[in-house]
């Protein structure tokens, strides 16, 4: 039986997934052999021998160890692309929020009560405190054009918006998936000196945090608007209220409120709702649920951030599945490992990502596990 234990509340599509017959799934269940993980911290947790994979339903992983994990063999899973539309819709609310001051009207209009008959003229005397400015023809400017960034640009094209994207790490297909009118940059100077708005659609890591500081919001054009719906610490906080009170950034709207920014004035703090709808908290259930069954029951890795994608259908008497570090000579070792004891690969697959590579073997007869096991670099084998 394979114990799946939950730290927040999973959709029940996700969990429903599960074969009650071979899987136990709750937030109580002991030495699992899966965590599925939303927002939950999980760098103070101690990873049982059992525990072979987590599943994040959703794209951030900044929540847990993915180092510490990969050290122990546990394959760490996200949901690229299952929460791509919740939050590019409301990046355009984003948007359209950066451009008008609706918050503020709003709990304005609130005063009015009992104003009685004269709301209506209070409120066309008052109106002129909240006027905005309209987002067509001005320049989006987007770094990041992956599932998110890359679906902001094309809706923004159909506003009317002239879109600019920086994305070092651009696929083929996200490039193929932009609308033509999208121009790409190499350069991620062009963003800051061009873009009248601009949002952020990158992973947090040390290469990215405090992204926007002092030195590249020196770079923008005054009143730039600046939206962040990726991750807080892309974004200085002392930096951005320093310019949000010089008027050189017009308008801060972020999905991660810090102490920082909270009530600063044109800061429009939106309390983390990104991916908090029924559909988007139903697809990252799903995405997440499948990958750790594909994982668990066939090795099949898909959508790991600490190991490759790799997959290789069993035809032998057994599928042989390594995880280890990337390093010379080690795929030499793990074939005489299988071939000394008499066995024979039939196929075998080896993939790498980074520090880290996942190699599958397709063996005939026995293969020494336990020679396997021994072999330096190497941090887990699976035989099924």
Known sequence: MNNVLTLNKIAACGTNIFDKNTYTVGDSVENPTAIMVRSAKMHDMEFGKELLAIARAGAGTNNIPVDKCAEQGIVVFNTPGANANAVKELAVAGLLLAARKVPEAIEWAKTLKGQGDEVGKLVEKGKSNFAGGEIMGKTLGLIGLGAIGGKLANIAISLGMNVIGYDPFLSVNAALNLKPQVKVTANVNDIYAESDYISLHLPFNADTKDT???????LCKDGVKILNFARGELVNGAAIVKALASGKVGRYVVDFPSNEVIGVENVVAIPHLGASTEESEDNCAVMAAN???????????LNSVNFPNIELPKTGDMLVCVLHKNVPALISQLTSAVADKGANIENMVNKSKKDWSCTMLDVTGEADVAAIEAIDGVVRVRVL
């Open 212 to 218: 926007i500081n002092d030195d590249t919001i020196a």
């Open 291 to 301: 990958e750790l069954i594909a994982y668990i029951e066939k090795g099949a890795i």
